[in-house]
Structures are given as C-alpha cells and as structure tokens.
C-alpha cells in the first residue's frame, strides 16, 4: 500500500508540474515562432540598461508590429507590439510612452510592468525572456 501510494505521489509531481504553464494566446494576434537577442550594449539599445525604459525590436519572423522590451528594474518583460484588443490593422501598432503603450486608434492603455489595461479583455501578449550577461534574449 505504501508504494503504491508513493508511486501516485510521485507520478503526480512528475505529470502534475509543468516548467512551462506559458498561455499567450490572443484570438486577434498570430502566434509566431522566432528568437532575437538583443545586446544592451549597442546604441539601439542601451536604454535597457536603466530600469523603467522600453525600446522596440523587430525580429525576423518575429510580430509584424515588433516586440516591445520593457526593464522592469529587476527583471525584463517582452510584449508584442500589436495591440491586443483588435484586428491588425494600419492603427494597431502599439506607441510606447514611459512605462505605458497605448493604442493609436483607441483609449486602450496598458501598463507595460504588468501588461493589463483596466476594462480590456485581453492583455499585451507576452514572450519569454531569458538574461544572460549583457544580451536578452526573447522567444516564443
């Protein structure tokens, strides 16, 4: 009984965690499958260096509006360029302003620390961020 009551434990830590629960999922935005890494180090790019600032990169393969990178002051956070709440269009481009990123075309505005815009139904899609050293690298 015992061991059959580790192996049900153990099976369900093994089946039960998953390292990667990442949902970005968004009806009006394409799921693209690309990488860049983004060097701090060059001029394009050395406001990351300070928390609070955000700068847009335009990946091959990557979100035809870019991906926008955000220094949160202790960590980096990667959304799609496009805005999350209509269709893709000439207007859906996100405008980066501080640490917020609205919408051209509407009153949307989302916080760029945590991606939500009040009363909005879906959030800035989000992608993964890895930081090694000087270079960030964003995928999906």
Do not use: H
């Not at 059959?4 to 093994?14: A, D, E, K, R, Y």
């Not at 926008?68 to 202790?74: A, C, E, Q, S, V």
């Not at 800035?124 to 995928?139: A, F, H, M």
């Amino acid at each position: 009984m015992k061991k059959i009551l580790f192996l049900l434990l153990l099976s369900g830590i093994i089946f039960g965690c998953s390292k990667d629960k990442f949902n970005n999922t968004n009806p009006f935005l394409p799921n693209y499958s690309f990488s860049v890494d983004i060097n701090k180090n060059l001029p394009s790019y050395s406001g990351l260096n300070f928390a609070g600032n955000a700068v847009k990169a335009y990946p091959a393969n990557g979100p035809s509006r870019g991906v926008i990178i955000f220094n949160t002051g202790g960590t980096y956070n990667a959304w799609d360029g496009a805005c999350p709440n209509q269709d893709l269009t000439t207007c859906s481009t996100l405008l980066i302003s501080g640490s917020n990123a609205s919408c051209p075309c509407g009153s949307e505005n989302y916080n760029l620390f945590t991606g939500l815009s009040s009363g909005k139904q879906y959030p800035l899609k989000q992608y993964r961020v890895e930081v090694n050293g000087d270079i960030i690298r964003v995928y999906n």
